[in-house]
């Protein structure tokens, strides 16, 4: 005879559920409400022994949990008396940035050698070199050959060197049209400067800068397919000459 509505639960009627532990409930309600936008770009967050109060932990776990929040780029910590947790702006510029700092970090541990970080180049700017053909503007153009111009009247004694070939290639990711492409881009630039792993003699120099001026032509002639095959030849010379990549690993030879 069944019980209609005074049916006693079976054991169907129950869920394993995961225990989260106090710092992952507070960091994700804090994560939330920063997403929902109950917090904007450059709100102060409570202060920690407010947010400790309000959540019933404790201190240490509301800053475990601050800290995952900083980690994921969220907020940023300010010391001092004016200081405190501060919500980022989260926009391709503030990915640049993380992305920027968990690269350098791994390079200069030494679990990454340039060879490796070349071809990951390849992997985003053939393809933005491609793009920025089709979607360059005028000012880009100007900003390229601004740009080429200054490498190829500098000496290879500049130490403004890498910063000239950081702004390049930044200017192509950008002129690619894709924002996130152009933050990969400069993050992987960033923090490698790969110009400073080259054996730059005045070959070199004026190879690459005559690589440069090839790459721009392209992109200005609305040539895609040019403009992607004259990065691919600029990124094998700079494997090649790479003063931290075994030669012997180069495959175009």
Known sequence: MSNGGNRQPGA???KAQQVVRPRAQVERQLKDAILMGKFAPGDKLPPETELAQQF?????TIREALGGLVTAGLIRKIPGVAGGSFV???NPDSLSRMLKESVGTTLRLGTLHIGELTQVRRVLEIPSARLAAENRSEDDLDKMRAIVERQRTTT???PDIPSYDLAFHETIGLASGNRLLAAFIAA???ATHPAEY???TTEVARKTVKQHIAIVAAIEAGNSAGAAEAMDA???YVLRYSTDYPKNAVGHE
Do not use: Q, T
């Open 156 to 158: 290879i004694d500049d």
């Open 198 to 200: 080259l054996e730059v």
């Open 56 to 60: 019933g932990v404790s201190r240490p």
């Open 12 to 14: 169907e009627d129950f």
């Open 188 to 190: 992987v630039h960033g």
């Open 88 to 90: 980022n702006s989260v």
């Open 234 to 236: 600029h990124l094998d």
